[in-house]
């Protein structure tokens, strides 16, 4: 019975909550009433089995819920008369006449394009497209964003509160619309990705294959729409190689496995030819290459060799010196410090990461790697309490598994 709403939930959440905001133009009152029909569904179905359309039953139970919701507030009269008229359509689900499906044919991609409106900054339209259409929580976006959680959600509320006080529509994009949008639906599905191949929180597996799935296939969807935008190909490309080498991530205890550690012939190599193939093609193609092809062309150096002894790490920091000139962000040069510890060693490695203290201190991967680098130069009590700070921040049960055997063996 929870699978069946939890399917229903992955499923249905995202166009149920567009299509409550579209229809009553208040994105709180959408969520709120998407929200107790779910509630409503884990009282009932139980008890009275699962409906035979659980998307009509939750589609209709949320239209009900808003319903009663506006009937409460004195102060929306017109929303009142207005979801009176509504609620005599035949079943919600399917008696409205379908909006005109513009230029994509896909639901959940529509809907992400359609909140990834460029009338907000980016980060608000990220997080928000995040929230309402990505189905991840505020504390996993915050997590995504390295920012507090009620800082995220004052976010989030601001964006709605944008969205209605500048009364910008819930519009299907035409086709000329897409360029303006797609750095913010390739944002949007690039964290889905992470949260699906590594999960931030406690409370979920440490690897969540449905979202990663889920990002790969929409963005396979946007290349189709824009097969000359290098960004959606090197999105691809880095989604593609990094799930080849979800196999070997977790292993059999629970416990992380470092790229280093990993077993490469469980990799996929079907993905992986794909993904080289895409990152290729844009080198040939002679045009400057964007985050994401850099991101995937550093990916590409690490599948391309069967053992992490054979890395061209010199090739991998030539590409983050690259990336840095156009994302100069403190997660990139943490990344980059990797690189160059395998370069240069440990000490140059060290002191890039100190740097990097006031910016990151909240970021367990930051103590993390400060204490392997630690570790390597045989400092062994800092090391140690690296680690523990890297434990304390980090939401991942693999992760944490592995970082304490880490920490342990130290001794």
């Not at 929870?2 to 399917?7: E, L, Q």
């Not at 959408?30 to 939750?58: H, I, K, Q, S």
């Not at 009937?71 to 009176?84: G, I, M, Q, T, Y």
């Amino acid at each position: 019975m929870n699978d069946a709403i939890a399917r229903a939930h992955q499923e249905q959440w995202a166009r149920l909550v567009a299509t409550l905001a579209r229809r009553y133009r208040d994105l709180d009152l959408a969520e709120e009433a998407a929200a107790e029909a779910f509630a409503t569904a884990v009282e009932r179905w139980p008890l009275d089995g699962v409906p035979p359309n659980p998307g009509g039953w939750l589609t209709t139970t949320a239209h009900r819920k808003a319903i009663d919701r506006i009937r409460r507030e004195n102060k929306r009269d017109d929303k009142h008369r207005e979801a009176l008229v509504l609620s005599g359509l035949t079943g919600f689900s399917d008696g409205t006449p379908p909006e005109p499906l513009g230029a994509i044919d896909d639901d959940r991609l529509r809907l992400i394009f359609t909140c990834c409106h460029p009338a907000l900054g980016m980060e608000a339209r990220v997080a928000l497209t995040l929230r309402m259409v990505g189905g991840l929580t505020v504390p996993e976006i915050a997590r995504a964003f390295l920012v507090q959680e009620a800082a995220m959600g004052q976010r989030i509320t601001r964006a709605k509160a944008k969205i209605a006080a500048a009364r910008i529509p819930y519009r299907v994009p035409s086709a000329r619309d897409l360029p303006a949008r797609t750095s913010g639906v390739l944002a949007v599905l690039f964290l889905v990705f992470n949260e699906g191949y590594l999960a931030t929180g406690p409370g979920t597996d440490p690897v969540r294959p449905h979202l990663t799935a889920e990002a790969i296939r929409l963005t396979r969807l946007i290349r189709t729409l824009l097969p000359e935008d290098g960004e959606v190909a090197g999105l691809l490309a880095l989604m593609l190689l990094t799930e080849a080498r979800r196999p070997a991530r977790v292993s059999a205890d629970g416990s992380l496995v470092v790229l280093a550690e990993q077993d490469r012939d469980a990799w996929d190599d079907t993905l992986i030819a794909e993904g080289h193939q895409l990152v290729r093609e844009r080198l040939a193609s002679g045009i400057a290459p964007g985050r994401y092809q850099l991101l995937a062309a550093i990916n590409a150096v690490h599948t391309d060799a069967r053992d992490a002894r054979a890395t061209d790490w010199s090739q991998v920091v030539a590409l983050y010196d690259q990336l840095v000139r156009l994302d100069p962000s403190p997660i990139v040069a943490l990344n980059r410090a990797v690189a160059v510890a395998e370069v240069d060693g440990p000490d140059t490695a060290l002191a890039a990461v100190d740097r990097l203290g006031d910016a990151l201190d909240g970021y367990h991967a930051f103590h993390a790697t400060r204490a392997e680098l630690l570790r390597r130069l045989d400092r062994r009590v800092e090391s140690r309490a690296a680690y523990d700070r890297a434990i304390a921040l980090a939401g991942n049960t693999a992760e944490t598994a592995y970082l304490s055997r880490r920490r342990d063996e130290l001794g």
